[in-house]
């Protein structure tokens, strides 16, 4: 009997090479506008200011109207975010009547809020607050009768009490050093900035 001839065996089917994911293009950070970049103009901040009072969310604030605007700036994003090559400005105020910071983004090309934020945070102070609490210490008496001659004031700066028996503790509060010109300080002002009066008259040693 003739042996049967034995079947081939089918060659091995050869493997698949995994294909290499396509590399993405990053964004070309170095086209984007310079112009976004530049400093928010008096205008500009006016615009943003009224698109945030626009805003049903921040209604009780912009009708009280007891806010101080801490900070506005640019801001810019990066592509691929949507929101890339729009003239952007953030604005942190502090809500007196509220007593919390607003911290927002405004696109002022479409004239819409795109973020925003409350919160208990304590910005730094504002030029206008330091100027408002150095002009509160200065009419008070307890303030006037321990200043000798040469003697001004040297630096404001934001303050919290130590202990939750201080009014400063739980209230916006600034700090206003006396001294004189030579750096020697000779006492420490805490102003209320809610209720625009000094609540402490300190030497400045004891500080």
Request: with cysteine.
């Amino acid at each position: 009997m003739k042996k049967k001839a034995k079947a081939k065996a089918k060659p091995a089917p050869a493997a698949k090479t995994a294909k290499k994911p396509s590399a993405k293009r990053e964004p070309n950070v170095a086209k984007a506008d310079p112009a976004l970049f530049d400093p928010l103009t008096p205008g500009e901040v006016a615009d943003a200011l009224r698109t945030l009072a626009e805003d049903k969310r921040l209604a009780t604030m912009a009708k009280v109207g007891r806010y101080r605007v801490i900070a506005a700036e640019p801001l810019v994003v990066k592509p691929p975010h949507e929101l890339a090559g729009h003239r952007l400005a953030r604005i942190v105020a502090y809500d007196y009547a509220a007593d919390h910071t607003v911290d927002a983004c405004v696109d002022l090309d479409e004239s819409v809020v795109v973020h925003l934020e409350l919160n208990k945070s304590q910005p730094m102070l504002s030029r206008d607050e330091e100027a408002m609490a150095i002009d509160i210490a200065l009419s008070d008496p307890r303030v006037s009768e321990k200043l000798h001659m040469g003697e001004a004031p040297q630096a404001t700066m934001h303050y919290w009490g130590r202990t939750p028996g201080d009014l400063s503790y739980a209230r916006r509060s600034a700090a206003v050093v006396f001294g004189r010109t030579d750096g020697h300080a000779s006492i420490v002002a805490v102003v209320d900035l809610l209720d625009l009066a000094v609540t402490q008259v300190v030497p400045a040693e004891q500080w």
